[in-house]
C-alpha cells in the first residue's frame, strides 16, 4: 500500500513538474511579447507622432503627403494594436496555466500526501503488532525454557550451545 502510495504521488510530482514548465514556457511568452510590445510602442510610436507634429506645423500646404503620412501612422496604430490584444490572449493563457498549476499543487499533492501518511501509519500499526506478537511470543518461550533466536543474540551457534547443557 506504501508503494501504491508513493508511485500516486510521483505520479503528481511528474505532473506538476510538466506544468511549471508549460507555465514557465507561457510567461517567457508574455514578457517577450510586453518587451516587443514596449519597444515598438516607444521606439516608433513617439518618434513618428513627434515627426508627425512637427510635419504639420512646418508644412500646411502639402496635404497629399500627410494624407500619406497618416495613413502609415494609422497602419502603425493598427500593429500595436494587434499586439496589444495577442499579449492580453498570451497574458490569459498565462493566468490559467497559474490557476492549474496552484489546481495541481492544493490538491495533487495534498491528497497524494495525505494517502502516503495514512499507508505509513497503516504500515507501522501493521509493524508494530508483529512486533508486540514476536514479543509475546518470546516471552511464552522464555517459560517453556527454549531459547529464541530473538534473546539469543542472533547468534545461532550460541543457541544450541545453551540448549545444549
Known amino acids: 500500500m506504501v508503494t501504491l502510495a508513493l508511485k500516486s504521488i510521483m505520479k503528481d510530482v511528474r505532473a506538476l513538474w510538466l506544468q511549471q ?9 508574455v514578457d517577450r511579447l510586453a518587451r516587443d510590445l514596449d519597444r515598438r510602442y516607444s521606439s516608433g510610436s513617439h518618434k513618428v507622432e513627434t515627426k ?10 502639402s496635404e497629399v503627403g500627410t494624407d500619406r503620412q497618416d495613413e502609415c501612422m494609422m497602419e502603425k496604430n493598427d500593429h500595436l494594436e494587434t499586439l496589444r490584444r495577442k499579449l492580453e490572449v498570451e497574458k490569459e493563457k498565462h493566468h490559467s496555466c ?3 498549476t496552484q489546481r495541481i499543487t492544493l490538491h495533487g499533492l495534498q491528497s ?4 502516503v501518511f495514512e499507508s505509513l501509519t497503516e504500515f507501522s500499526k501493521a509493524s508494530q503488532k508483529m512486533y508486540h506478537g514476536l514479543v509475546t511470543y518470546s516471552e511464552n518461550s522464555d517459560k517453556v525454557g527454549n531459547i529464541t533466536y530473538i534473546e539469543g543474540g542472533g547468534n545461532v551457534g550460541n543457541c544450541n550451545s545453551q540448549n545444549g547443557q
Open 112 to 115: 497524494g500526501f495525505s494517502l
Open 98 to 100: 497559474m490557476q492549474e
Open 21 to 29: 514548465s508549460k507555465e514557465q514556457q507561457q510567461k517567457r511568452k
Open 52 to 61: 508627425m507634429l512637427e510635419l504639420h506645423v512646418v508644412d500646411w500646404e
